[in-house]
């Protein structure tokens, strides 16, 4: 069992920053993945970054370049640096991890609510 708490969602003007984090706890030795996902009203939810138990990492185009998927091994955590934030990023965010292989567990947070506004 794979429990996640979010923070750092907010209010953020755009062009500002924000870091969101995901704090793994239980059986966190299983996770071979993380991710963090968006939901926009009126859209799907959709990929916004993630990083596997290797280190590799993955960004929607949407986001490349401005934001950056990261983790702390040692803290069980892994965040999301958002910079150069956009109206169009204001979703809610959240943090999914993936345990197991064959077959393999997924889990999500709660969500965390980013609004990018002036």
């Known amino acids: 069992q794979v429990q996640l708490v979010e923070s750092g969602g907010g209010l953020v003007q755009p062009g500002g920053s924000l870091r969101l984090s995901c704090a793994a706890s239980?059986?966190?030795?299983?996770?071979?993945?993380m991710g963090w996902y968006r939901q926009a009203p009126g859209k799907q939810r959709e990929l916004v970054a993630a990083i596997t138990s290797g280190g590799s990492t993955n960004y929607a185009d949407a986001v490349k370049g401005r934001f950056t998927i990261s983790r702390d091994n040692a803290k069980n955590t892994v965040y999301l640096q958002m910079n150069s934030l956009e109206p169009e990023d204001t979703a809610v965010y959240y943090c999914?991890?993936?345990?197991?292989?064959?077959?393999?567990?997924?889990?999500w947070g709660q969500g965390t609510q980013v609004t990018v506004s002036s």
């Open positions: 239980g059986r966190i030795s299983s996770i071979n993945y």
């Open positions: 999914k991890a993936l345990s197991g292989l064959a077959p393999v567990y997924q889990y």
